[in-house]
T-cell receptor, first 112, second 112 residues
Framework: SAVISQKPSRDICQRGTSLTIQCQVD?????MFWYRQQPGQSLTLIAT?????????ESGFVIDKFPISRPNLTFSTLTVSNMSPEDSSIYLC?????????FGPGTRLTVL | LAKTTQPVSMDSYEGQEVNITCSHN???????ITWYQQFPSQGPRFIIQ???TKVTNEVASLFIPADRKSSTLSLPRVSLSDTAVYYC?????????????FGTGTKLQVIP
């Protein structure tokens, strides 16, 4: 299995600023993923991050708004740029280990 | 990616067996069926995964008929701590990794 931690666990930010969310996995993994979950809703995949290559974004998500870094096999960051209240959500990091995706606890973001 | 459909919510009394059925009519030959559990303010937790027939682990059983167009998650003797949202997913191999799409989920409420 894989244990995933995220920082920060929650934050309140002002409109127009940016926040970088960190994701740490306790073992080396090839694929990492970033999801967004609106309150009471299901999860939506933002992008897939493979170490050593550019992240692959899903429809509706762009690199300028959600830049992702994947510097090594245990770490990734997601930046939410130029935030607006519509970006208020829970952001979850996930990693694939073997046949299974494991999830972090999420980062609850509120944009005022 | 195959779309999944499952009941929005279910209620059950403590000690009963709960069966949650998910339909995935467009499942492809190489796709796997996976179930996750999510508690409030936590990331999804892997429960069980299968390809066909029946899979059982210490937490649940997964029944998949021959046509694989549906699957049923069975939780034996539920307790209050099983109150959560349960997601049925279809995992599709894509570019060397497993891409997953979360559906709406089933909110299970266990009643004392």
């Amino acid at each position: 299995s894989a244990v995933i931690s995220q920082k920060p666990s929650r934050d309140i930010c002002q409109r127009g600023t940016s926040l970088t969310i960190q994701c740490q996995v306790d073992s080396q993994v090839t694929m990492m993923f970033w999801y967004r979950q609106q309150p009471g809703q299901s999860l939506t995949l933002i992008a897939t991050a493979n170490q050593g290559s550019e992240a692959t974004y899903e429809s509706g998500f762009v690199i300028d708004k959600f830049p992702i870094s994947r510097p090594n096999l245990t770490f990734s960051t997601l930046t939410v740029s130029n935030m607006s209240p519509e970006d208020s959500s829970i952001y979850l990091c996930s990693a694939e280990k073997g046949d299974t995706q494991y999830f972090g606890p999420g980062t609850r973001l509120t944009v005022l | 990616l195959a779309k999944t459909t499952q009941p929005v919510s279910m209620d059950s009394y403590e000690g009963q067996e709960v069966n949650i059925t998910c339909s995935h009519n467009n499942i492809a030959t190489n796709d796997y069926i996976t179930w996750y559990q999510q508690f409030p303010s936590q990331g999804p937790r892997f429960i069980i995964q299968g390809y066909k027939t029946k899979v059982t682990n210490e937490v649940a059983s997964l029944f998949i008929p021959a046509d694989r167009k549906s699957s049923t998650l069975s939780l034996p003797r539920v307790s209050l701590s099983d109150t959560a949202v349960y997601y049925c997913l279809v995992k599709s191999p894509s570019g060397g990794y497993q891409k997953v799409t979360f559906g709406t989920g089933t909110k299970l409420q266990v009643i004392p």
